[in-house]
């Protein structure tokens, strides 16, 4: 089943404690990106990756790091959270031919505190 | 900048049909996107429009016009299940290389019985 897969799906944590969103997609996709879901604010991209070592900042990229070694892991890394980076946190896989379809994982919760 | 624009409500009744537009303002637009996303779910695709003109999936239309740098999503048969948001999405590409997308805020479709 082609799948985008996310963890974890909630993180609590702690101001300047450092974490990582991992990221997998299963259908040898090569852009992903990272998106940050905010009331009001609908869907704004952070990061996205054309393929594996290319990766380039999207609309709010700031407090927030990528790394693309492999083709199918894409994850995010909070060197220090701040409360402000509180969100639902969506990783995204895309077919970039045709439809353009994008396939996003289920969600990661974060609450900084 | 990439900047977009949508409703940010509209409510309809079921069995009926209803259009949400989205006009945009991007340099080095590639398509228009569109997805939908129910409460406490992830989005999922529904269209892509990069020519000018009507793309039909069902009870799903989307429409581009470049000239107008507008589209719209048109439901018909409404259902319950179709209470979602929507969300446009313009890809845009750089003479630089760099490759994004950009979301509206999102419209809330409200269907009455």
């Known amino acids: 089943e082609a799948q985008v897969t996310q963890n974890p799906r909630y993180l609590i944590t702690v101001t300047g404690k450092k974490l990582t969103v991992t990221c997998s997609q299963n259908m040898n996709h090569e852009y992903m990106s990272w998106y940050r879901q905010d009331p009001g604010l609908g869907l704004r991209q952070i990061y996205y990756s054309m393929n594996v070592e290319v990766t380039d900042k999207g609309d709010v990229p700031e407090g927030y790091k990528v790394s693309r070694k492999e083709k199918r892991n894409f994850p995010l890394i909070l060197e220090s959270p701040s409360p402000n980076q509180t969100s639902l946190y969506f990783c995204?896989?895309?077919?970039?031919?045709?439809?353009?379809?994008?396939?996003f994982g289920p969600g990661t919760r974060l609450t900084v505190l | 900048g990439q900047s977009l624009e949508q409703p940010s409500e509209v409510t309809a009744v079921e069995g009926a049909i209803v259009q949400i537009n989205c006009t945009y303002q991007t340099s080095g637009f590639y398509g228009l996107s569109w997805y939908q996303q129910h409460d406490g779910g992830a989005p999922t695709f529904l269209s892509y429009?990069?020519?000018?003109g009507l793309e039909e999936t069902g009870r799903f239309s989307s429409f581009l016009s470049r000239s107008d740098s507008y589209g719209y999503l048109l439901l018909q048969e409404l259902q319950m299940k179709d209470s979602a948001s929507y969300f446009c999405?313009?890809?845009?590409?750089?003479?630089?290389?760099?490759?994004?997308?950009?979301f509206g805020k999102g419209t809330h479709l409200i269907i009455q019985p």
């Open positions: 999405a313009v890809r845009w590409v750089s003479g630089g290389g760099a490759d994004g997308l950009t």
């Open positions: 995204a896989s895309t077919l970039r031919e045709g439809t353009d379809t994008q396939y």
């Open positions: 429009n990069a020519l000018d």
